[in-house]
């Protein structure tokens, strides 16, 4: 990841500066909320693929690009604040989440206004097609939410609906923020459309290699078993209920419906699931589609930045957290 910034540390740090400025307030409460959500900034991965998709197609930035950026970190804050309510979830990324340090009312609100925030950042400056892209992912990632609810409650995700879920809850954004960077420096609907698909094969390889970790080991830095516990239907297990034997299949639904707190019992799946090669399959998914995502890199000509693209792309399914 430090070669990969080191290509476009003058863009980070602008962005940084930019972003920083977007979410001043003249509420002292709204201040100090945001001040610690902006020390405390994650891998930055979407504003960077704005940047980088920006990049290819023009080397010195316009005001648009930052715009793009921050807006789509705001929106992307503004769901792990939001989620983090919904999960009544006290840490994040190591640190207290803000529902933890400030309450679940401050938490939601603070959302509301970080996405707001977004919306207007576009809207002063006449952004309307970026605006368009990134409220598309909302509106994507709000579907996505809410038919993953849906079927985990009757444990029947099939691998389509599973593929479904993911596109719209994970990919759309990153799919946006490639799209907005793209647009940013070519407002041609051609080449902003590759990019869109480009970052949608990322994100589905990013949510992918997500979903792997679960089946993982204590070495990667986070528990296993926790999709399993919340009777989220990945593709690791998905796999394993289409290719179980019907004794094998009534047993793990049997877990996940009524015993996933029971670390032993979730511990049974995870050792079924690699039994079954359903950790092979979806590595195989997994790279299927960052493979896709290369090649529509490689329609493009080779420079810098689209090798530095491309090594955002292995970072995705190589990371090991």
């Not at 970052?199 to 089946?215: H, R, T």
């Not at 204590?218 to 078993?225: E, F, L, N, S, V």
Request: glycine share 4%; with cysteine.
């Amino acid at each position: 990841m430090d070669d990969i910034k080191h290509l476009i540390s003058k863009e980070l740090q602008d962005f940084e500066s930019k972003f920083a400025d977007s979410v001043k307030s003249n509420i002292p409460l709204l201040d100090r909320v945001m001040h610690y959500i902006v020390k405390r900034k994650g891998k930055q991965m979407r504003p960077m693929f704005v940047l980088l998709s920006a990049r290819l197609f023009c080397e010195n930035l316009p005001e648009s690009t930052y715009s793009a950026a921050s807006f789509v970190e705001l929106l992307h804050t503004a769901t792990l604040v939001h989620d983090d309510v919904v999960d009544d979830a006290n840490e994040r990324r190591g640190f207290f989440s803000i529902n933890a340090l400030w309450k679940n009312k401050i938490a939601v609100l603070v959302g509301d206004y970080l996405l707001s925030k977004g919306l207007s950042l576009c809207l002063d400056n006449n952004e309307f097609r970026t605006l368009k892209l990134i409220s598309d992912a909302v509106q994507a990632m709000s579907e996505g939410e809410l038919l993953q609810i849906e079927k985990t409650r009757k444990l029947n995700i099939k691998e389509d609906i599973y593929f479904e879920i993911i596109r719209r809850k994970t990919a759309s954004l990153l799919a946006s923020a490639c799209a907005a960077g793209a647009w940013s420096t070519t407002n041609d609907e051609t080449t902003t459309e590759q990019m869109r698909l480009f970052g949608e094969k990322v994100g589905i390889a990013f949510q992918i290699k997500d979903d792997l970790f679960d089946y993982g080991s204590a070495k990667i830095g986070k528990p296993t078993g926790i999709d399993i516990r919340e009777k989220k239907m990945t593709l690791p297990l998905i796999y394993t209920l289409e290719h179980a034997t019907p004794e094998i299949r009534r047993r793990i639904i049997n877990i996940v419906k009524n015993y996933n707190t029971d670390k032993e019992k979730v511990n049974e799946v995870i050792d079924l699931v690699k039994a079954s090669g359903g950790i092979e399959y979806t590595q195989q998914k997994m790279f299927q589609y960052r493979d896709e995502a290369i090649a529509i890199l490689h329609s493009l000509p080779e420079t810098n930045i689209r090798n530095g693209l491309e090594s955002m792309v292995r970072y995705t399914t190589d990371r090991t957290f």
